[in-house]
């Protein structure tokens, strides 16, 4: 199977499947001296790891990283960081029945047509358990931000769960950590317990949206044309298990908006710095950033693992119905949200590399010193 690798001059290949041994990722370009050791990447692999409250999967996995190459003496040293985690708690028995029924809105049915060949067990690769390699990959690249960009923050949350939304007004980010959906509002953290509760005791799920913010990056990351920064934004986050839209700034809001409402207005701060007065265009103009926040959202369908019964045909074309059993997340976005901030920080630290070895620093002038 190709493509499993990601990146230009930061580059991560994520390995291994939901039921197999282990898992995890092989990371080149990293630059060397960057503090890092595993308690550093362990942190962001606590928040996605499953188990942790009744609604995600109850799949206890403690999602231990190790880092078997590319560190020395606490710093790493320029060479590939090889990170592995160990899969500690497979119940392969719960997927014998569908070893030969595809799943409705699972990859079943394309990685058999495809491949002619597929693991069952869990879904195999195509298992959202892939995910756990790049939230460690995506420690690596926080790592290497904050050394290059000090002050850069990187956040995400849920901004939809299903028919709820958050109220933008009542926006506190010290929510963020105090409820299981990672969501900036108080109110909506108790409302969405009780409707996922709910949901979660009739076996069915929901979809959800996720916002992610890069806050403190430089401008100048991104290319004009096909490595434009939200063209490899939309890209990874696309590439995330379950996800089926992405947005930058008021993305498809934007279509209702006339010129004059859209356009952010530019003025010179005291600093003599340019300044944006407000960011519809997500920190992101021709594919290049401006230096304001990068925002990105992402929306995550419903989990398909049911318990309801659904139709479907099995290898021999024959019609039946199935119920998959197992253990799942009633609404896979909630674990999606450190999914995504990795994602962001992997694609911003490949970016910043590019841009420095391309223009090393060189910079159009703005203001007195202009030309």
């Known amino acids: 199977m190709s493509f499993n690798t990601f990146g230009h001059l930061f580059r991560v290949t994520t390995w291994g499947e939901s039921h197999g041994p282990a898992l995890g990722a092989t990371i080149d370009g990293c630059p060397p001296g960057v503090p890092l050791d ?19 999967t109850q799949r206890r996995e403690a999602d231990e990283v190790e880092i078997l190459s590319g560190v020395f003496e606490g710093m790493t040293t320029g060479t590939p960081i090889q990170l592995m985690i160990r899969n500690t708690d497979q119940r392969s028995k719960d997927y014998g029945d569908i070893a030969e029924k595809f799943r409705p809105g699972h990859a079943d049915i394309t990685y058999w047509q495809k491949y002619g060949i597929r693991d069952y067990r869990g879904g195999g690769r195509s ?16 790592e290497a931000l904050r050394a290059l960009v000090p002050g850069c923050a990187i956040t995400g949350y849920m901004v939809r769960m299903g028919e709820k939304q958050i109220d933008r007004a009542a926006f506190d980010a010290e929510e963020i950590e105090r409820n299981p959906f990672w969501v900036p509002d108080a109110q909506a953290a108790k409302d969405w317990a009780d409707y996922l509760g709910e949901l979660r005791k009739s076996g069915s799920s929901v979809g959800a949206a996720i916002e992610v913010v890069a806050q403190g990056m430089p401008p100048c990351l991104g290319a004009p044309v096909y490595a434009k920064l939200d063209t490899e934004l939309a890209a990874a986050m696309m590439s995330i298990n379950a996800v089926k839209g ?9 279509a209702g908006l006339t010129g004059e409402a ?3 207005e530019i003025y010179m701060g005291n600093d003599g710095r340019p300044r944006f007065n407000s960011n519809h265009a997500g920190g992101i103009l021709g594919g290049i950033s401006t230096g304001q926040d990068i925002v990105v959202r992402f929306a995550v369908k419903p989990t398909s693992s049911i318990l309801t019964p659904r139709r479907t045909i099995d290898k021999q074309g024959q019609e039946t119905e199935i119920v998959t059993k197992g253990r799942h997340d009633p609404c896979v976005g909630i674990r999606a949200v450190p999914v995504g901030e ?25 203001g007195p010193d202009a030309g």
């Open 342 to 366: 990795a994602m962001m920080a992997c694609v911003l630290l490949d970016h910043l590399l590019l841009d420095r070895a391309q223009t090393g620093g060189v910079r159009g002038a703005i």
């Open 246 to 254: 992405v947005e930058i700034g008021e993305g498809m809001e934007a």
């Open 127 to 142: 298992s959202a358990r892939e995910t756990a390699a790049r939230v460690a990959a995506g420690g690596v690249a926080r």
């Open 262 to 264: 859209n356009a952010d």
């Open 38 to 56: 595993a308690s550093m990447l362990q942190r962001w692999l606590d928040r996605r790891k499953p188990g942790q409250s009744k609604f995600t």
